[in-house]
């Protein structure tokens, strides 16, 4: 047996929702059910790795500073990009 719920959703979702469906010849619903099992998924993958983080800091191991990875990440595209940064201890 399987659980169904409501969902209350903006109606210019729905819209969207539509468009997309005549536009792939696939339903509301799978499209709908589609979109919210990879929400979920990136989710689940982002809440672990926050978890993760907080166990490491806990128990010590080494991290990597957040100006090193924003330095880092700002140096993209430039003519003098950096090597990714390296955890500290």
Do not use: F
């Not at 993958?45 to 330095?71: L, V």
């Not at 880092?72 to 990714?84: A, F, I, K, R």
């Amino acid at each position: 047996m399987t659980d169904s719920a409501t969902l209350h959703v903006r109606p210019e979702l729905i819209t969207g929702l539509d468009e997309l469906a005549r536009a792939s010849g696939r339903s509301r619903d799978e499209l709908a059910e589609e979109a919210l099992a990879e929400y979920l998924e990136v989710q689940r993958w982002q809440t672990a790795g926050i978890e993760e983080a907080i166990r490491d800091a806990d128990t010590g191991e080494p991290g990597i500073p957040h100006e090193d990875i924003a330095a880092w990440l700002d140096s993209w595209g430039t003519d003098h990009e950096l090597p990714p940064p390296e955890p500290k201890s």
